[in-house]
């Protein structure tokens, strides 16, 4: 294997693995920002080893293996409590059934340590903004790059939040544990934004050469449905789990066979997941039945995503119903990326110059600059109005706003077709 095969290699074990990796860690250290450290170290560890000594038969452990003598090496060159080294290295080293394996230690059949991360992060001692993003960094594997893109800052303000929030939580002494009754009430909702902001990242991916990373999806749908269990009267949990599970099921019909992205209205939708579907419209109802007259933001959505599941055709999509709920959800939570996909349903309900309105009263919105989104809504509208060479260069805007392999290569080629048209 090449050097640079072995460092694809080592990049998507570290996007896969790190999560399980991280959570383990954290589970022994009690410490959030102490566990990534040492996850880094084994990181490096593997840049500096895997390509002269091979990528070894089970990667995952082995990174697990290093950041476990990493973290015994610390706590006895930092002269910690005598208690406490003894406890360290029991678990770490002396209790064969404390750490047999990766599968084994990291992903019980609960799934209790990534729920136990999850849950840390968002203690409420953290600003809502800095939660999502810690759990997206510790969790999705996230760069401070691409988590700074998804929130719409500078990457400086989300580095200096990051580390902020880390050691906030390392001050506070919070309590690596799933809470129960009030206190997991309290958490909840940052918890539901976290795991679909992971799902998110695998349903279209924020960098890299893959537009769709399907295993952060099972995993985000495998946390929602674990919150569906665990708090099973909350109508936004079953309305995170049906907008999930909605969604999920088109995932086979998004890219096609060299991972090119198909858009929504171009799929196949004989290749859309029936059963994905049929469990996503169950908790819907379920979710609906719970909420009543008030409809929550992820009850919201999976019913804009039950609008596409229920059409046989892209033709027969219910548009106007799509228009009011984008409506109703700007009023619940008010947002430039609503107002922009509602500018998209209007545009399908009302024509493409109705939609090109509301787009361009968007352009002075400071949270979507470095929004890549906007200006290829924009130009799709501008293709179908025909003004192709304004078409061409919103779109080219896109490329340089993207930092996804896949989307810019779509960019690039709606930019050519544009140029193409307008001679």
């Not at 409809?295 to 039950?306: D, E, R, S, V, W």
């Amino acid at each position: 294997m090449s050097a640079s095969d072995t460092h694809r290699t080592i990049e998507t074990v570290w996007r896969m693995e790190s999560p399980k990796l991280i959570a383990g860690l954290a589970r022994l250290t009690r410490d959030v920002g102490r566990a990534e450290e040492l996850a880094q170290d084994a990181l490096v560890a593997a840049l500096k080893q895997w390509p002269e000594e091979g990528v070894p038969r089970n990667p995952a452990a082995w990174l697990m293996q290093v950041a476990k003598h990493r973290a015994l090496d610390a706590v006895r060159h930092e002269a910690m409590a005598r208690r406490k080294q003894e406890e360290f290295g029991r678990d770490l080293d002396n209790d064969p059934a404390a750490m047999p394996d990766v599968d084994a230690a990291l992903d019980d059949e609960v799934g209790d340590d990534l729920l136990r991360l999850i849950f840390t992060a968002c203690h409420p001692v953290l600003p809502q903004e800095a939660r999502l993003a810690l759990t997206l960094r510790l969790l999705g594997g996230l760069t401070t790059e691409e988590i700074a893109r998804a929130f719409l800052v500078p990457e400086p303000t989300m580095a200096q939040r990051l580390v902020r929030a880390k050691k906030t939580l390392s001050d506070a002494k919070v309590p690596y544990e799933v809470p129960e009754g009030p206190e997991l009430d309290a958490r909840l909702a940052s918890v539901l934004e976290v795991v679909y902001l992971i799902f998110n990242e695998g349903y279209a991916a924020t960098a890299g050469e893959d537009w769709i990373r399907p295993a952060l999806c099972d995993e985000a749908l495998r946390l929602g449905r674990i919150l569906a269990a665990r708090a099973p009267q909350e109508p936004e949990v079953h309305g995170l789990a049906a907008l999930m599970e909605l969604q999920a099921s088109r995932l086979r019909a998004r890219t096609g066979a060299d991972g090119e992205p198909i858009l929504l209205l171009d799929q196949n939708r004989a290749r859309w997941d029936r059963l994905l579907i049929g469990r996503g419209l169950a908790a819907l109802e379920r979710a609906q039945q719970l909420a009543g007259s008030s409809p929550g933001p992820f009850l919201l959505q999976a019913a804009l995503a039950a609008c596409h599941a229920r059409a046989r055709t892209a033709d027969e999509t219910d548009w106007q119903r799509i228009v009011a709920l984008y409506g109703i959800l700007a009023r619940v939570t008010p947002s430039p990326i609503v107002e922009l996909n509602r500018a998209v349903a209007v545009s399908m309900a009302e024509g493409p110059a109705a939609g090109l309105v509301l787009v361009e009263a968007l352009a002075a919105e400071p949270a979507l600059r470095r929004y890549h989104l906007l200006p290829s809504v924009r130009g799709d509208l501008l293709s179908k109005l025909g003004r192709h060479a304004e078409a061409a260069v919103a779109f080219e805007q896109a490329v340089a706003l993207t930092r996804n392999a896949k989307e810019q290569a779509l960019m690039r080629r709606r930019a050519e077709a544009a140029r193409a048209a307008a001679g």
